[in-house]
Each structure stands twice: as structure tokens, then as C-alpha cells.
């Protein structure tokens, strides 16, 4: 009996020595942003009128993205329709639309990016984030995934999950740079979280990595210097429609 | 040999310079499955910063398990290898000089899954164990006024924090802090623990989250987190904010008072706030700014509607006492006394919501008002009215309201509204008129008193279901109100008419009539109605829905009118009944309405089609000559819209609306009335519908990084077979009206505006226009007569604010020209107005602040219209803002500097032009203390209070 037990774990682990690493597929991500919190973020106030018809807002609203990957690049872009989604004219943001893409070798991003108004192309080197791994484990769609915390522009910090199992340091929007693939990004003052919901073991075609070149061409600084510009008269409405736009 | 010693110097040289350049430290081995004596390929191996975990690089493991990566400085580096199935496998090596780093072999072994169960050894009354959760009551467990979260789980048994703020729980460490169930509450757990107030917590329970995907899925895959969820407190928010405001001046007129004073107390759901207002400056109610915050929203009903936008609409019915801005908006000078509760609390997830209001008012109104009225006749004839009005009115009232929404489960709201009023209203109004023809010769004069105290008492409830269901789209609604209204009113006729009969050639006085009045009018009017309405809408498919809905209603008035004259002349008792103007009727309307409309759905494009149909039987019994008339309408209501959203930001708009209009009772067959004897109205028992057609077309465009805008919208009103006036001015200037149906009436009006910034100067500028149309078909002493009244407006706006926020000042002025024509007179009225504004504001040091605002009218005069109206209304203030956060305000104000106010009304239809002057607030001073304070105990850490705004 226990040496049976013995071999079947010895299988097992053959199997798993030899084991094909993720390194190419498509990405289901569910992006999901918390109405009931946006709230809590207002003053007292501000909240007196918003409690009026809070409790006819859903909790959240949801929508998809798909990330295309292989070895060498990965396009993530907006995937599924979903129906009925309440477009609430105060949960809306700016470039939520977004179209990236991810050139591993020569470390740079293409972005398609909506930004009210203006179509972006953003072109740049892919961004460095200082990441401080935690310990912290989770399973997302299978994959077991390592907790990560970052920080983008200087204030806006990063949870990030990612699977050393993909062997592909990418991710949603325009975050990458672990070691493995990011599952699911948490951005808390955003109140938004990405998920992986669905991951496909299959090699995507050439033409799903194809992105526009349409639009304004400037590099990540040039757009954050070009938005704090355009939004000045906007006060503290500002910073959050940058960091959506930065993403 | 001598050429290849110098190639290889140079290739050190080479070597040497790139390593000068970016200087590397590298750690290099081998990893492979000892059990097995297997070397792993890409094992993953990070590279992580020993002293704070930051990852410094990473790298995969070649086909021989062998690995080489790269650090940037020296010092203590983590590394940790991982590799599916096996365990990770974390070490921690220090780099101390150039050489690479060896680490051999990197040994990695299976998982060994240990299930580690603690066992609960003590029992608390304060814990409690529901499955795999320990619940702490957090109040059971003494902690230090302020102290925090992290304060309190130290006192928790079983719980542990050491000074890092790591907290192991039963012997685990907590890898997860969840407020109120919600994970990224804040970036860090530790600042969660630090920053919450221990007060705010009302449970702390401990338990082994599943993860996501066995959450998801069901089905339990062994992977768990030790967390800890705290759970707040309702009342975690509590305090009271308020502002209390005391001005005293003089004026002109008289002297000025506005007192102000507003609270609201709230502990978590429940609010508690009041609030009252006096004030003879034009001050009467809350503004929209303060009546969220302490008038319980003031009645308003705010919606999500389907396409996201958020609306709030206020039933205006019975608000006479109260404007949405909180001023006074109508004629002559004010003086009110406001006052109000609300109260309202929400329980159990928000599942149950009861609210309340009762509010009180006092106006007492003085108005002098002079009319003069041009009218145009056949034969480049006219005839001219003057009056003076005085009005003295003091009205009083109460309401009362209540609500109460219960949301029955998810799918499902109840809600139930309930209110009652009770207003009375005292005026005295005296007038004095003459009449003249174009010659100026005097037709007639009257001069009237009436008197009237009238009390009106309503009460009005609602009851709403509503219930979405599982399919998207799905809902059925039901609603059903009542209202009953009662009014009764006493009050004295005195009127003396002089009437001048006139030779129509020669103009020469034959005669004069005199015609005296005196009576009481009693007057009662009772409506009770009551209607229900059922609405469904079903999806047809991903984009189209279909909506249903039916409603009955049934109306139930009565309205008697009571005449009494004196039986002795000279003495005080007013005791016959005058049958010819008094009468007592009732009515009743039963409707039933049906409708259905298709709405389509697509991301850009969103149209929709309907209408409804109604019938409405119409009995009307005339108690007192026991008569009755039965009417019976059929109204159409077509409507259609579409809308095309180009962008995000930019979007076209059509609507379509059709509707039929009946004749009023009063219209077929008046009652007779004797209030007003130059003016006397004629019955047609012929008078048929009128069909409206509205139509509207609107474009809007923003542009929000170069704040850009354009606004357009254009609305036709076409009305078939409308109901129009046919007129007869005897040659003493009595009218005698009759309603008729016309062909060919028409209204409309167009509006364009364009905005965009001036970057380099920081300004603001827009241009606006407007048109107004209205092309009416009357007769006018039998003959046809065709008026148009015509606006045409012109303005522009600037606004500058300077960089630090300190200084503000905009600039609005605005051209109209005003034409006015009828085809039985070959005379127009046309005249132009100008409007400027101008406001300014500059904060000063020391927390000194200025500002004023000028707003100047110049009216052209007309041959008829030759008075003054020009106007130069400037105001002023000085103000200091005192203690911490502001809290204290001092203000002195002037209020129209020259002394130059007035109340001024210039309008034109049909075959009339008229003009009003009316008293109206003048100069006055008011110095006045504000001071706002607020306290909030508020247990969760302060957060950016921003939110995303886009139109």
C-alpha cells in the first residue's frame, strides 16, 4: 500500500517535473469597480445626497478584457459585452477602453488610449514598478499566485497576484514586469480590481496582436504632463481621471 | 603574435568598461527535485531585497536546471525558487564582493500538506463559534478611549500582534485583514489595524477564507487564508454639523433681518436635522445647496434612470412657499418665517428606510404693482389699460410627511409615502383702473376691493411596488395614490365701475353708467382622486424591450360658489343669495389609459416608439337648477425619440411628442363671475379638441480637455385646430371672449451656444443666441387677425479665475430685440434690451475677502411704454473669515448701492402688448455673523474624496 502510494507520487511528480509551463493563450479578465465605495470616498456632505438613490445602484460595475499572449508580446483589449451594464454617468471613466500592446524583446508598449475627448497612442519603454513580493498565496482560475505590492506615480499603489506558472511577465492594462504572469491587479484608491476569469491554453494568431496607429502620439510623461495641463480647472476632480488615464 | 596581444588588451579594456559602466553582481546554480535527483527547467528564482522584499530580479532555469542572475549592489538578498508542485524553496545569501555568488545546488522537495486545527480552549461569552468562524464581540473587550484596532486584537484571546504589526490568530499568521467583508480597503493591512478606531468595530471574526475559485466554483480546493474581518459598527459615523447666521441692517424701505439658524445630527443611518429661516431680504427657504443637508432633500425624488443619468425631481404642486434656489422669485416685499424637521433611518443592510418631515412657513408679502396694457384693434384703433394693484397677504402653513421603503429582497421595493398640508392664506388687494381709447378720451374706470381668507387642507398618500425579475429587463411595477384637497374661501366683493358711452365719430360723451357692487363670495372646492397604474416591461430580445401599462383613474369634484348681497344697502349683513353668480357643481372624470412603447437599445444608437390612448367620461351636475352634462374624450399620445451617441462625450437627440388637448369645462360653459366686469366670457358648446405636435431636435458636444462645448436645440410646437380666442372691444373698452378652434398656430424656439478657453489668458468665453416664435390666429371684433411675437437674443460670456484661486471676476452681456405685429393694425411694437452682469470676487490677507456684482438693464422705450426702466443694481461686500477652518464669518453687505431696483415685466401675445412695474427689494445694509461648526466621529480612516466626473 505504501509503495503504491510512493509510486503514484513519484508519477505525479514526473508529471509535474516535466510539466508545460503556460507560455502562450488568452486572458479573460474581469474588471470590476466598486460603485457603494466611490461613495464612501465623498465628504459627509456630498454623501447627504448620494444616500438618496444609493441603494438603487448595483454594487459594482463589471466589465471584460481579453490579453492575447506568447513568449514575445501580448495585446490586451476589451472583450465581452455585458448586458444591461448601468453606464452611470459618475462611474464613468476616462481611457477604460484602453488597447495595449506588449513587445517583450524590445521592452516597449503601444496603448490605444480614449481619453475623453482625444484618442492617445502612447508609445513608450515598458514601466518599471519597484514591486515588494509578499508571501501571500492565492489560487486565481486555477493558478496558484503570489501577492505583489507596487506603486505608479508616486501615490497609487498596486496590488498585483501573478503566477510564476505563466511564463509570461505580463498583465492587464499596462502592468507587467513579475516574475510570471499578473492574474489580478487591485488598485484600492481606484476602488477597481482585474481578475482573471478564464484562462485558454492557446496560441493566439498573429492578427489578435494587431493595434491602431491612430491618435495623438506622445510617451507616458508627455500624456500625464498634457492631462494635468487640460484638467487644472478640475481641482481634486483631476487626480483620479489622471490615474485612470495612466493606467 | 605581437597584433593578437594588443587585440585581447583590448577586449580586457572592453570588458572592463562595461562592467565600470553598469556594475552587476551575479548568482548563479543549479536547481533540481532531490527526491527525485531530477534537475527542474524553468524553476523560477526571484531575487528579492532582504531587508524590505523588493524584488531586484528574476530569472528562469536553463533545459540543465542551471540558473545565473543579476543583482545591482551588494548586500543580503532572499531568493526563493519555485517550481509547480513542489515547495517553494527560500534562502538568503549576502553578496560581498565581486565574485559570483555560488549557491550549488538548490534542492526542492513536494509539498507536505499540514492541516493545522487549533482547539479553542477557553470560552468567552464575548466569543462565539458559527462553523469555521470565531466571532469576538468587540465591545466585550475593554480598550482605551481612541485606541485602535491593533490595540483592541491584542486583548482578544488567541490573538497575537508583535511589533511589526503582524497578527497571528490561533497560532496562524493572518495573511488578510477584510473590512466589512471588503478585501482592498486600504493597500496595506497593517495601516487598517493602525488607523481604525477600536469604537468602530463591532465584531471581529477569524476564519480560513477559501480561495476565489473555491468560493466560485464550490467546490473546496484545500488552498485557505487565515483572515480576520471586521465588522463596523452602524453607528461608526456620528456628529453634527450646522451654521448658524444673524444679520441686522438698514434700508430705504425699512429695516432688513435675515437670521438663519440649521443643524443636522446624524449617527450612522440615522439623521435628525432642523432648521429655521427668517428674513425680509428675499431669503424664504433652504436653497437646493443646504436642503440635502438639512432639509431631508426637500421632498425631491432622485432616480438612476436607464441610460445612467442620475435625476431628481421635486413635485412643485404645493410648494408655493419655497423656490428651488431658497429666494424669493416673485413680486413685491417679503417677509417669512421658515422653519423644519426631518428625520429618517435606515436599518438592517438598508433593507428598511423610514423618513419624515414637518415643515412650517409665514409669508406675509407687500406689492404695489402699475400695469399698462396696450391693446391693438381694427382700423389702427387701440385701447389702453391702467391699473394699480396693491396687495397686502399674509399666508401661513403646515406640512407634514412621511416615508417609508421597505426593500423586500433583492428584487423586490415597497415603498409607501404619505403627506398632509394645511395653508392659509389672508390678502386684502385693492385696484384701480381706467380705460382710454387711442385718442386718449377715458372709456371707463374701476376700482375694486376684495378680500378673501381661504384655507386649504390636503392630504396625499402613495403606495409603489416594484419587482425586477431574473431576466434582465423584466420588471413590473404598481403604483397607487390618493389625493384629496379641500378648499374653502370667504371674501368681499367691492367694486364701482364708471362707464363712459361714447359717440363713435365724434367721440363726444352721451353718457355715463355707474355700477356698484358689494357682496360676500363664499367659495368651497373639494377633489378627491384616485389612481392606480400597472407597468411592465419585458425583454424581446438582447436590444429590444417592450413596455405595457395601463391606469385608471377617477376624479370626484365638487365646487360651490356662493353670492350674497346685502338686503339693506347701508348695513353690514350680507344675507340674500344673488343666484346669477352663484352656483354648485359637480364633477366627475373617469379615465382609463392604455399604452405601449418599443425601445431599442444598441451601444450607439437608442430610439424608441409608443404612445398611449385615453378615455375619459366626463359627467358634470349642476346642483342648483338640477342639471347635467355628459362629455366624453378620447386623447392620443404618440411619442417617439431617438437618440445617437457619436462619442462618449457628444450626442444627438430627437424627440417627438403628440398630444390631444380637450376644452375646458370653463371654455364650453363658463361659470358666470363678476370679479372682473370689463372681461366677461361667452361659452361654445362647439368647441372641439386641439392636436399638439412637439417636436425637438438637440446636439450637444463637449470636449472636456479644451473645455470646448457646443449646445444646440431646436423645439416646434405645431397645433391643429387650436384653441384660440375670438375678441369683442365695444367702444367702451368691455371685452366679451369667446374660445374658438383656428388653423395655423405655431411656436418655437431655437438656442445655440458655443464655449472654449482662452488658455494663455485662462479665460473662459462663450457666445450664445436665442429665438423665440409664436405665431397665434385670434379674431378680434370679427375679423382675423394674425400676431407674431418675436424674440431674437444676443449674449456673450467671459470668466477669468486666477491661477492661485484668489481672484474672480466674469462678465455676461446679452442684446434682445423684441418685435411684435398684427395684421389688423398696421402699427408693431419693437424694442430692444440689454442685461450686463458683472461679478467679481478677491480674497485678500488676513483672510479679508471683496466682491461685487452689477447687474445693469437698459430697456428701450416705446411711444407707449415711455417710462423709465433703466436699472444699475450694484452690490457690495466686505467680508473676515475668523478661527479654525473658517468657522467664523463677518460680512458687511450693501445691497443696490444707487438705489435703483425695480421690478420690471415687458411682454407681448396675441393682439396685446403689456408692461409691469412692480415695488421690489431696494439699498439696504446688512452686517451679519456666520458661524459653521461640524463634529464628526467618524471611525474609518479619511480617504481622498475624490470622484470621477464626466457628464
Same mark, same amino acid.
Given at each position: ?10 508519477? +505525479? ?57 506568447? !513568449? ?71 493558478? *496558484? ?31 507587467? #514586469? ?31 496582436? =494587431? ?37 | 603574435?605581437?597584433? /593578437? ?23 548563479? #546554480? ?95 461569552? !464575548? ?48 495573511? *488578510? ?44 480546493? &484545500? ?75 426637500? &421632498? &425631491?425624488? =432622485? ?60 409669508? %406675509? ?11 391693438? +384693434? ?23 410627511? #412621511? ?50 381668507? !381661504? ?43 364708471? +362707464? ?125 337648477? %338640477? ?60 368647441? =372641439? ?76 468665453? #462663450? ?26 437674443? +444676443? ?44 461679478? /467679481? ?34 452690490? !457690495? ?75
Amino acid at each position: 500500500m505504501k509503495r503504491i502510494l510512493v509510486t503514484i507520487s513519484t508519477l +505525479l511528480l514526473t508529471i509535474s517535473a516535466t510539466a508545460q509551463y503556460t507560455v502562450q493563450g488568452k486572458i479573460e479578465y474581469e474588471k470590476k469597480v466598486n460603485l457603494q465605495r466611490i461613495m464612501d470616498d465623498l465628504d459627509e456632505e456630498q454623501k447627504e445626497w448620494m444616500e438618496r438613490f444609493r441603494s438603487q445602484l448595483p454594487k459594482f460595475t463589471t466589465t471584460y478584457f481579453d490579453l492575447y499572449f506568447n !513568449a514575445s508580446k501580448s495585446l490586451y483589449k476589451p472583450g465581452r459585452e455585458v448586458e444591461g451594464n448601468t453606464k452611470l454617468w459618475f462611474a464613468q471613466s476616462p481611457a477604460s477602453e484602453n488597447i495595449v500592446l506588449t513587445d517583450f524583446k524590445t521592452e516597449r508598449v503601444k496603448a490605444n488610449k480614449q481619453v475623453f475627448e482625444q484618442k492617445f497612442l502612447v508609445e513608450d519603454s515598458m514601466r518599471q514598478i519597484e514591486w515588494k513580493i509578499s508571501d501571500e498565496i492565492r489560487t486565481i482560475a486555477n493558478y *496558484k499566485c503570489r501577492k505583489a505590492v507596487g506603486k505608479i506615480l508616486d501615490s497609487v499603489y498596486v496590488v498585483a497576484f501573478y503566477t510564476e506558472d505563466i511564463m509570461v511577465s505580463g498583465g492587464p492594462e499596462m502592468f507587467s #514586469g513579475l516574475p510570471g504572469m499578473i492574474l489580478q491587479i487591485a488598485i484600492p484608491r481606484l476602488n477597481t480590481t482585474w481578475i482573471a476569469t478564464k484562462i485558454d491554453v492557446v496560441a493566439p494568431k498573429e492578427s489578435d496582436f =494587431t493595434i491602431s496607429d491612430k491618435g495623438k502620439k506622445v510617451n507616458q510623461k508627455e500624456l500625464y504632463d498634457n492631462l494635468r495641463e487640460s484638467l487644472k480647472d478640475w481641482k481634486k476632480y483631476a487626480d483620479k481621471n489622471i490615474w485612470w488615464s495612466m493606467l | 603574435m605581437p597584433p /593578437m596581444r594588443h587585440l585581447s588588451t583590448l577586449l580586457l579594456l572592453v570588458c572592463l568598461c562595461t562592467g565600470a559602466m553598469a556594475q552587476s553582481y551575479s548568482i548563479k #546554480g543549479t536547481v533540481a527535485d532531490t527526491l527525485n535527483d531530477n534537475k527542474l527547467p524553468n524553476a523560477c528564482i526571484t531575487v528579492m531585497r532582504a531587508r524590505d522584499s523588493v524584488m531586484e530580479s528574476f530569472t528562469r532555469t536553463k533545459e540543465d536546471g542551471s540558473f545565473s542572475v543579476k543583482t545591482k549592489a551588494k548586500g543580503k538578498y532572499l531568493i526563493m525558487a519555485t517550481f509547480p508542485g513542489l515547495a517553494d524553496y527560500v534562502d538568503i545569501i549576502e553578496i560581498k564582493d565581486d565574485a559570483p555568488f555560488d549557491m550549488g545546488l538548490v534542492p526542492m522537495v513536494s509539498k507536505t500538506h499540514l492541516l493545522q486545527e487549533f482547539v479553542l480552549t477557553q470560552q468567552y461569552a !464575548a466569543i462565539k463559534v458559527k462553523g469555521d468562524t470565531i466571532e469576538y464581540l468587540a465591545d466585550s473587550f475593554k480598550t482605551r478611549d481612541n485606541a485602535t484596532v491593533e490595540a483592541l486584537l491584542k486583548k482578544l484571546p488567541g490573538i497575537q500582534v508583535d511589533k511589526n504589526g503582524q497578527i497571528v490568530a490561533q497560532g496562524e499568521k493572518v495573511q *488578510k485583514v477584510l473590512v466589512d467583508g471588503e478585501e482592498f480597503f486600504t493597500d496595506d493591512p497593517a495601516v487598517v489595524t493602525k488607523s481604525l478606531q477600536a469604537k468602530a468595530v463591532d465584531k471581529v471574526q477569524v476564519f480560513d477564507k477559501k480561495s476565489e475559485q473555491a468560493e466560485f466554483t464550490g467546490i473546496d480546493d &484545500g488552498e485557505k487564508t487565515r483572515t480576520i474581518n471586521l465588522q463596523l459598527k452602524d453607528d461608526k459615523k456620528k456628529g453634527y454639523f450646522g451654521k448658524i447666521i444673524a444679520g441686522g441692517g438698514t434700508g430705504d424701505q425699512q429695516s432688513f433681518f435675515e437670521n438663519q439658524a440649521m443643524f443636522n445630527a446624524f449617527k450612522g443611518k440615522r439623521k435628525l436635522s432642523a432648521f429655521g429661516i427668517m428674513a425680509n431680504t428675499g431669503k424664504v427657504g433652504l436653497g437646493w445647496e443646504d436642503r440635502d443637508k438639512f432639509g431631508g432633500g426637500g &421632498g &425631491g425624488v =432622485t432616480e438612476v434612470t436607464d441610460d445612467g443619468g442620475i435625476m431628481t425631481y421635486y413635485n412643485s404642486d404645493d410648494d408655493d412657499f419655497e423656490s428651488w434656489s431658497g429666494t424669493y422669485n416673485g413680486q413685491g416685499l417679503p417677509r417669512a418665517w421658515t422653519g423644519g424637521l426631518h428625520y429618517s433611518n435606515k436599518w438592517k443592510q438598508d433593507k428598511h428606510h423610514l423618513g419624515g418631515n414637518y415643515r412650517y412657513g409665514k409669508q %406675509d408679502i407687500e406689492t404695489t404693482t402699475n400695469t399698462l396694457t396696450e391693446y391693438s +384693434l381694427p382700423n389702427d384703433k387701440k385701447n389702453f389699460n391702467r391699473q394699480t394693484k396693491d396687495v397686502y397677504s399674509v399666508g401661513q402653513r403646515h406640512r407634514g410627511d #412621511g416615508l417609508y421603503e421597505w426593500k423586500m429582497d433583492s428584487t423586490s421595493t415597497l415603498k409607501v409615502t404619505a403627506n398632509a398640508g394645511y395653508s392659509n392664506t389672508k390678502s386684502t388687494s385693492v385696484y384701480n383702473a381706467d380705460n382710454r381709447n387711442e385718442l386718449d378720451s377715458l372709456l371707463s374706470t374701476n376700482d375694486r376691493r376684495v378680500t378673501s381668507d !381661504a384655507t386649504t387642507k390636503s392630504i396625499n398618500s402613495t403606495l409603489d411596488w416594484r419587482k425586477k425579475f431574473k431576466k434582465k429587463g423584466r420588471t413590473i411595477s404598481v403604483n397607487i395614490s390618493e389625493n384629496y384637497r379641500e378648499t374653502m374661501s370667504d371674501g368681499l366683493l367691492l367694486s364701482t365701475n364708471i +362707464l363712459y358711452e361714447r359717440d363713435s365719430n365724434t367721440g363726444s360723451l352721451l353718457s355715463t353708467k355707474r355700477d356698484e357692487t358689494d357682496q360676500q363670495k363664499q367659495n368651497e372646492n373639494t377633489t378627491l382622486s384616485l389612481s392606480s397604474r400597472l407597468s411592465y416591461t419585458e425583454p424581446l430580445s438582447k436590444v429590444t424591450f417592450l413596455e405595457v401599462n395601463y391606469a385608471f383613474k377617477v376624479d370626484n369634484n365638487s365646487s360651490k360658489r356662493e353670492t350674497y348681497n346685502k338686503k339693506n344697502p347701508l348695513g353690514d349683513v350680507y344675507d340674500t343669495l344673488d343666484s346669477t353668480f352663484s352656483n354648485n357643481y359637480a364633477f366627475n372624470i373617469m379615465t382609463h389609459t392604455g399604452g405601449s412603447n418599443l425601445r431599442f437599445m444598441f451601444k450607439k444608437i437608442n430610439f424608441s416608439f409608443g404612445g398611449s390612448v385615453s378615455n375619459a367620461a366626463f359627467q358634470q351636475k349642476d346642483q342648483m337648477p %338640477d342639471t347635467s352634462y355628459n362629455y366624453n374624450f378620447t386623447n392620443f399620445f404618440p411619442k417617439a425619440n431617438f437618440q445617437y451617441s457619436i462619442s462618449k462625450q457628444s450626442r444627438i437627440r430627437f424627440d417627438y411628442n403628440g398630444s390631444t388637448r380637450q376644452p375646458t369645462i370653463e371654455q364650453i360653459q363658463p361659470l358666470r363671475n363678476n370679479l372682473d366686469p370689463l372681461n366677461i366670457a361667452i361659452g361654445n358648446a362647439a368647441l =372641439t379638441q386641439e392636436f399638439r405636435h412637439n417636436l425637438r431636435l438637440s446636439f450637444n458636444d463637449y470636449k472636456m480637455l479644451t473645455n470646448r462645448y457646443i449646445w444646440a436645440s431646436v423645439s416646434m410646437n405645431l397645433i391643429d385646430n387650436a384653441i384660440s380666442r375670438s375678441e369683442n372691444i365695444d367702444a367702451i373698452g368691455r371685452r366679451t371672449y369667446q374660445y374658438i378652434n383656428v388653423d395655423g398656430n405655431y411656436s418655437g424656439w431655437g438656442y445655440i451656444s458655443y464655449g472654449t478657453k482662452i488658455k494663455a489668458l485662462n479665460l473662459h468665453t #462663450g457666445i450664445h443666441a436665442n429665438v423665440n416664435v409664436n405665431h397665434i390666429n385670434n379674431i378680434v371684433n370679427g375679423r382675423k387677425n394674425i400676431s407674431d411675437n418675436n424674440t431674437y437674443t +444676443l449674449g456673450l460670456d467671459f470668466s477669468y479665475d486666477s491661477e492661485n484661486e484668489k481672484f474672480s471676476i466674469s462678465y455676461d452681456p446679452s442684446v434682445s430685440y423684441n418685435d411684435n405685429k398684427s395684421t389688423i393694425n398696421t402699427q408693431t411694437t419693437s424694442f430692444w434690451t440689454t442685461e450686463q452682469e458683472l461679478e /467679481m470676487s478677491y480674497e485678500l490677507p488676513w483672510k479679508f475677502e471683496v466682491g461685487t456684482d452689477i447687474n445693469w438693464y437698459i430697456r428701450e422705450k416705446t411711444s407707449v411704454f415711455d417710462r423709465n426702466n433703466n436699472v444699475f443694481k450694484w452690490n !457690495a461686500y466686505v467680508s473676515k473669515k475668523f478661527l479654525k477652518n473658517d468657522q467664523l464669518e463677518l460680512r458687511m453687505s450693501m445691497f443696490d448701492i444707487l438705489n435703483q431696483n425695480l421690478g420690471f415685466y415687458r411682454y407681448a401675445q396675441n393682439n396685446y402688448v403689456t408692461e409691469d412695474n412692480y415695488n421690489t427689494i431696494r439699498r439696504y445694509g446688512l452686517l451679519s455673523l456666520t458661524w459653521n461648526f461640524t463634529k464628526s466621529a467618524a471611525g474609518v480612516p479619511q480617504q481622498e474624496s475624490n470622484i470621477i466626473i464626466t457628464p
